[in-house]
């Protein structure tokens, strides 16, 4: 084939991708608007469960499809994503206003106390009373929490991008799956200035390092009604006797991410409050006295 012939062809399959490209980009756009549009719902009536068909009408697509474009754009189904958002409005009821859990319960949607409080703990780590008690503690900012090291262990060691112009601390947060869920395996705090972290004795097999920038806190309860600027996720594989490494680039949140401080909460309690003001103590300390 002469060169020319070589350029046209070359030519042709490139074109032939660009309108590709072109053609997928529009019902991108608009099937995102579509679950962008139900997460507002959701958002705006954290107190009126909308199951999966009331939830597709909003979005107007078939229920079936109106599940697989949501999984899609938030990364989990649309019954998980709204549970997450009632426990953060339920976080955010408990810590500033004098509402009991049960009325909490029932504003965020929740029949039975019972089943509100088991869902809180799964998500948050403590029960809705304990979070109250440990939100009257002062804050204070400490070193990571690291596992106890098997025998035969790994680490990891990451770095951190994040978008120019932010500022806060980052809280990293190392999970067995990619839908984080209860007190993270090992956490990080990477104060302003840092980009560099370490997790240490990790077991072998694979992890997902879940990233969040949030306001340096000026008090317990701004701590824990910050909410995070930007978020990143990776996924590593540790092996015995290994270091292995990792870059999480954060970016901008997005309307259609899911509450992600809910998720690091535990690292947020365990790590940046203490129980006794007035004798701070390592952090491996204050989250065996926390737990």
Not at 171 to 179: E, K, N, P, W
Not at 259 to 279: D, H, N, R, S
Request: charge should be positive.
């Amino acid at each position: 084939m002469e060169s020319s012939d070589w350029h046209g062809a070359y030519t042709s399959t490139d074109l032939g991708a660009a309108r590709s490209r072109s053609s997928n980009a529009e019902p991108d756009r608009v099937h995102r608007e579509a679950v962008a549009r139900v997460v507002m719902a959701l958002r705006q009536n954290t107190d009126v469960p909308l199951n999966l068909s009331e939830m597709a009408k909003i979005a107007f697509v078939s229920r079936f499809h109106f599940n697989r474009l949501f999984r899609r754009f938030t990364g989990m189904p649309p019954r998980q994503f709204q549970s997450a958002l009632r426990i953060a409005d339920a976080m955010r009821l408990l810590l500033t206003s004098d509402m009991t859990a049960l009325e909490v319960c029932l504003s965020v949607g929740y029949s039975s106390l019972g089943t509100f409080t088991r869902r809180f703990v799964e998500v948050v780590g403590v029960s809705p009373i304990r979070l109250r008690r440990l939100a009257s503690a002062r804050p204070v900012l400490s070193v990571d929490h690291q596992p106890r090291a098997p025998q035969h262990s790994g680490s990891v060691a990451g770095t951190l991008h994040v978008p120019e112009g932010s500022c806060g601390v980052a809280v990293v947060g190392l999970y067995r799956t990619a839908l984080p869920k209860g007190s993270p395996i090992a956490s990080v705090v990477v104060t302003a200035g840092a980009s560099e972290f370490a997790l240490n004795g990790l077991g072998h097999g694979d992890y997902y390092a879940l990233a969040a920038l949030i306001p340096k806190p000026a008090d317990p309860i701004a701590l824990l009604l910050a909410e995070a600027s930007a978020v990143g996720r990776e996924r590593v594989r540790v092996d015995e006797g290994r270091v292995s490494r990792i870059r999480i680039s954060l970016r901008p949140l997005e309307i259609t991410d899911p509450p992600i401080l809910p998720a690091l909460a535990p690292v947020v309690l365990k790590q940046f409050l203490a129980l006794t003001p007035a004798t701070p103590r390592r952090a491996a300390e204050g989250i065996t006295a926390l737990r």
